[in-house]
Every structure is written in structure tokens, then in C-alpha cells.
């Protein structure tokens, strides 16, 4: 008894620690994380551009990549966000991507990868309507897209390659009216036009069209008739 009795609060006093610990842990969880700052455990950061708040997701620190020199690659270091070519000083951005305006609608939500721009981009104004979507690939335009005036209404859409226009870009008009244009690698050319049938005509050199069409009835003329002779060609002497 006496011996149960002197190691009982040393028992008590190390299950006190292993509580305190367990507290610790879980207030620190519920505690709200700052918006400036870096989340570990989701690389999701939040901070203020102006009037626009910006939500994006980071590479680790420790994540390293091969760099393409003509590529811009977006970064976040020191509560900013910077574009820089070929090359980065911070955490790439990697994810979803969003900015949203005073009123919390949205602005701009795209995705990254790797530091460059990927998938489908959409802006909108601050009325809620759409400005463009646009199509990208590892940093470059590729895909589909569409572009639009202040009200909504669609002005162009077509297809970018590599950063060019390429195929069918139709633009539109507000009296509801289109026109489209094939352009290949971001240069416009007009589809030759079709040769009709009445066109083939081929008139010689040095000839116009009614010389050919004479030319072409005196080949085909009749022969020509003999001269006729005098029915009575006897002269007649004189009477003695």
C-alpha cells in the first residue's frame, strides 16, 4: 500500500502531460489560420490585390522543375504574386486559381500547373457577364475560345494554336450578322474561288471572242460554188 500510495502521483502527473498535449494539438487545429499566410497541409494561400481578393494553391518549397526559358511562369513569394520568364524565385502557382470582386463575385478562376496557366480560363465583368474563355496548354493558348463585348454578347470565337489563330475565327456583328475567316498559323487567307464551266473558254492569242467564233464558221464553211457562165456565150457575127 505504501508503496502504491508513493508512485500514485507520478502516475496522475504523466497522464496530465499526455492530456495537455492532446489540448494543445487540437486548439492549434482550431485555430482559423491567417489569410496572408502559407496552409501546409493544403498549400492553399489567400491575400488582397487591390479591391480583389485572390485565392491559389502553391507547389512545396522543395518541389523543383525543369524550366522552359520562352515560358512565363507565375509565383508567389512575400504575400504577391509575380509572372516572371523562364524563370521563378518563390512557389510556383499549382491548382485551382480564383480572384473575386468587392461584392464577392467572381472575376477570374482558372487552373496552373507547374507555374503555367492550364485548362479553361473564364473572366467575367463586374456585372456578372462574360468577358472571355479561353483554352491553355502548359502556359499557351491551345484549344477553343470566345470573346465578348461589356453586355455579354459574343464578338469572336475560334480556335488558338501554339499561340496563333488557327482555322475558322467568326467574328459577329450586333445586328446579329457573322462573318468568318480561315487563318493559319495567325495568318488570314481567302479559300480560292470555284471555276464554273462557262469559264473555260480558251480564245487564242490575239483573237477576241467574235474572231474566234468567225474563225471557228469559216472553217466550217460550205465550199465555194464555181462561177457561172454566160448562158450563151456565142457571139454572133455580123450580117453581110
Known amino acids: ?69 520562352d515560358q512565363y511562369y507565375y509565383w508567389y513569394r512575400a504575400q504577391s504574386l509575380r509572372c516572371t520568364r523562364g524563370g521563378y524565385d518563390g512557389q510556383l502557382l499549382d491548382g485551382a486559381y480564383m480572384e473575386v470582386y468587392p461584392d464577392k463575385n467572381i472575376k477570374i478562376k482558372g487552373e496552373f500547373k507547374k507555374g503555367l496557366k492550364n485548362n479553361t480560363w473564364i473572366t467575367w465583368n463586374p456585372k456578372g457577364e462574360y468577358v472571355n474563355i479561353t483554352t491553355w496548354k502548359n502556359g499557351v493558348k491551345n484549344g477553343t475560345f470566345k470573346e465578348y463585348d461589356n453586355e455579354g454578347i459574343l464578338l469572336r470565337s475560334g480556335v488558338y494554336s501554339n499561340d496563333l489563330l488557327d482555322g475558322d475565327i467568326t467574328e459577329y456583328t450586333p445586328d446579329g450578322k457573322s462573318n468568318t475567316r480561315r487563318y493559319k498559323k495567325g495568318t488570314a487567307f481567302q479559300k480560292p474561288e470555284k471555276k464554273h ?44
Do not use: W
Open 1 to 69: 500500500m505504501f508503496l502504491l500510495h508513493k508512485r500514485l502521483p507520478v502516475f496522475v502527473n504523466c497522464h496530465k502531460k499526455i492530456f495537455l498535449a492532446l489540448m494543445t494539438g487540437v486548439l492549434a487545429l482550431a485555430q482559423p489560420a491567417s489569410s496572408q499566410n502559407l496552409i501546409a497541409y493544403t498549400n492553399r494561400v489567400t491575400l488582397q490585390s487591390g479591391d480583389t481578393v485572390i485565392t491559389l494553391h502553391v507547389l512545396p518549397r522543395d518541389k523543383k522543375i525543369k524550366l522552359k526559358t
Open 197 to 240: 464551266a462557262a469559264d473555260t473558254t480558251i480564245t487564242k492569242p490575239g483573237l477576241d471572242r467574235d474572231s474566234t467564233i468567225t474563225h471557228y464558221n469559216k472553217e466550217r464553211a460550205l465550199p465555194k460554188q464555181k462561177k457561172k457562165h454566160e448562158t450563151d456565150s456565142t457571139i454572133a457575127k455580123p450580117g453581110r
